[in-house]
């Protein structure tokens, strides 16, 4: 028998997803040759580098989990062909907490590293996803990986803020959405229920689009124009495309959006010193016909910057449940969104590129998700909407279609 060190308990903002088994995916499609056993490699050093990633949850008899590592041997990573079976149904957080997937094809493969996320938001993934690539690349132009150091394992959000002074307030930032609750006649949510009963993580249906360079360029200079940021451009769009879909228009809708705060702390978190160091930000959209994109664009901005100055987003997190479990009885469906920013050009040898970079979420949980996730990649704005609704197309087509229409408008500005 191998024995198992507990390495130390999840905290609450871990938890939750430990008991929703959630995983986070992220898929770089190459163009070119890829050689699986420098690919291998290359994992094999991540977990050295990381050790926290070879390790797995168990269950404490409260219920609750630990992360354990022991001397078993990470099972390794998985090999597909084109035509082959998926392997995502091998995720389990009780054996390991990363994986890697090579998918081949002709012209190159899909990579996927997965990674639990009680370990990692989106900008923790992104540097694990870009230290693999950079460990392929030296494998493939060297022969071999330079020793690396092996780092320690990620605080929890609950230790970051502690160490930073940053206390629970008696608001959580919720309470802006609670005029809604029980003000309309709303039947029960489909969502809350829709993802069913998984005993492990399954994938969530996704749909998404993705601007060309050119669309992407005038939608920035449209949100530089009006003094915005592209994310609350782009999150006026979700908004005004989940009210048109919705078509009740007297409704607000409840949004919800993690802020990282790693460089809204002082002193700042490394990318992956910390496993979800988040922040929750809120907003009641209240959208009227002829309501336009850069005035909802604007009020977002506004709203938030009143909230990060109060302290109040730093905070927030530590208010939040172990479980999620969908919208609120009584509240409108809540939307979120995620935004992964601008990912720098992923490291790959001189005669492979890295074309393109897509998200994946596999949960257990009953609670039906639905999540837009953004970022820009290769000079190209990505949305992509994780939800177990059905259709999550239809609201994509409509943030395409309002995106478009704001760099058409702004079209001058490129030329």
Known sequence: MFSASV???LAPSEEMFAQSQTFFGGT???SGPVDVGAMSLAFDTLLQGHP???GRLETRPDGLHHIVVDDFLHPGIWVEGADGPSSNERLDQAAALANLRVKLSDGGADVTLYTHHCLTDGQHHVALLTELLSFYTEAVCTGGVEPVVAQPAPEPLEVVLENRGIRKQSRSGFERLMEAMFAYELPPSGRNAAGGNPAVPTL???ASCRLTE???RTVVAFSRDHRLSLNSVVAAAVLLAEWQVRDTPHIPIPYLYPVDLRHLLTPPVDATASTNPLGVATYLAKIKRGTELAELAADVVETFRADLSEGLIQQSLLHFTLQYAGSPPGLPEVVM??????????????NVTADGLETELHTASAAGVDLYATLTFADRLQIMHHSHSPRPEKTIEVIHAL????????HWISE
């Open 28 to 30: 770089v499609h190459m």
């Open 52 to 54: 926290v990633l070879a």
């Open 337 to 350: 969104a995620t935004d992964g920013g601008s990912v720098p050009p992923m490291p790959t040898p001189p």
């Open 204 to 206: 969530v249906p996704s």
């Open 403 to 410: 995106l478009s229409a704001a760099s058409s408008e702004n």
């Open 7 to 9: 390495l130390r308990k």
């Open 214 to 216: 050119r669309e992407t």
